[in-house]
């Protein structure tokens, strides 16, 4: 067992862990923090998606030990006080689709406007490329993405039409 501090959405979590323990598991069984998602186990989904430091990881490709002494976001971590721009963003764009890989593609897109606050259409495509929807529903994600973008620098963004 390998004994471990990691901060999870801000609180600080010391627990005993196995050393082959995976992230993913760490944070959805060990700390009951279901919005991460499993969903292919190979790292090619992107359902698990994470901050690790700020930056965007596959939880399913990261041992537990490896976040000792790292700040770890996950989809609980991200609202604050309110929806985050970009979890209004899916839901005004519907982005959302069946809604299992949303937790992964938004937690990447923090990090994708961290690095780029005014991405174009085809560096949004871009860096969601990692993040699997089975639904197919990449445009009203890019559309999420853009508005989250626009809310960030502080521009009005209107609703998306309602479909009657």
Known sequence: MANITVHINGVAQTLD??????????IRENLSLTGTH???DTSSCG???????????????VYAV?????????????????LHPLQEGFK?????????????MIMRCVD???????PTEDEI????????????????????VEYAAK????????AAETVA
């Open 66 to 82: 490896q976040a000792n002494g790292k700040e770890i976001m996950t989809i609980e971590g991200l609202a604050q006080g309110g």
């Open 47 to 61: 359902a698990c998606t994470v901050l690790m430091d700020g930056r965007s990881v596959k939880s399913c490709t």
């Open 92 to 104: 005004e764009e519907h982005g959302l689709q069946c809604g299992f890989c949303t937790p992964g």
């Open 17 to 26: 862990v196995e050393p082959r323990l995976l992230l993913v598991h760490l």
């Open 125 to 144: 495509r871009w860096g969601i490329s990692g993040n699997l929807c089975r639904c197919t529903g990449y445009n009203n994600i890019v559309k999420a």
């Open 151 to 158: 809310k960030m620098q502080g521009a009005e963004v209107p």
């Open 38 to 40: 499993i969903g292919c």
């Open 112 to 118: 994708l406007l961290e690095r780029n606050p005014n």
